[in-house]
């Protein structure tokens, strides 16, 4: 272990040795140890215990950057001495290489690749899947204090609501509404529930180590240098007092807008359309009965009026989602 004194550069480290960085530890004179486990997988450990074990992710698809400079920001000003951590903290960036290539993987999707669905290939992203999988898991038993997870994304698409959240499948357990209240207070939108298990990292915490855990979508992929960081001021104020350990909590939601997954459209074969125009955004909303995609032995029409579509793509293996469809819920979070 080098416990050289110079100052941790989060981000630029990594980038700079996407494959293998190696392990170290960094001392703050207020006791907080930063420990830099291995590529992009670095362990904040304040010098009391804190009430909440927090795993903040980025970078999980390598041409997402805007997650990427927030969580530098936040590395950064932990280092300066500007930014006091109280809880336990974990900082993942995903898929380093992907990031220096900017591009969403190298091999394949690492965001299907987590709750063990790695194990049937040997790419680069499914070694990266189990190594994640390994250290979130130490991370998240070293103690007994509730598990909060934020796995921060940018869209391919523009979206006609800018920053949502996707709630995983919660199988037998129910959604957080003092969650939700932070998720608003971060500016965040809208939340969508989502209905199956999936290969997600955000699914994998909140199933596993039972977390309360959240995909967050913060605005359009751009490249480095070109996101307006002002526009993430929100979120970046939200982790910054989950890791100071000043958020309590305690709001509820209030104007937040909530949508069901209806429809988790797979692409079934090489003949997969989607019918929505290319420059159309995500959540734009269509009539009952339109098609919005089709395959061998398939089609996909709205089934009810309202329906709207999220994270359309053709260009994924077959098998794997190529769309959301989602609808107004009325659950309400607040009971
Ligand atoms: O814009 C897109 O099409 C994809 C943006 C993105 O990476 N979204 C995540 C969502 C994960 C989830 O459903 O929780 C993904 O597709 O992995
Ligand atoms: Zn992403």
Known sequence: MNFSVKPMRFLADTLAQPNETPAREQLLPDGTTLRLL???LLRVSPSQPGTHRVLISCGIHGNETAPMEIVDAIVGDIVAGELTVNNELLIVIGNPPAAVAAERFIEENLNRLFSGKHQSSRSLESLRAAQIEQVTEAFFTAGDEPRLHYDL?????????EKFAVYPYLHSRTWSAPQIGFLEQCGIEAVL???????????HTSHLHEADSFTIELGKVR??????????????AGLRRVIAGQELFKQTPKSIKLFAVVEEVIKRSEAFQLHIPAEAKNFTEYPKGSLLASDEGYEYRTQQDGERFVFPITNVPPGQRAMLVVAPTELDPID
């Open 193 to 203: 529930f989502s209905k199956q298990p999936s290969g997600t990292y955000s699914y």
């Open 38 to 40: 291995d590529t992009g």
């Open 153 to 161: 994304h940018t869209a391919i698409r523009g979206s006609q609501i």
């Open 223 to 236: 490249q480095f240098g070109d996101n307006d960081m002002t526009n993430f001021s929100a979120i970046s």
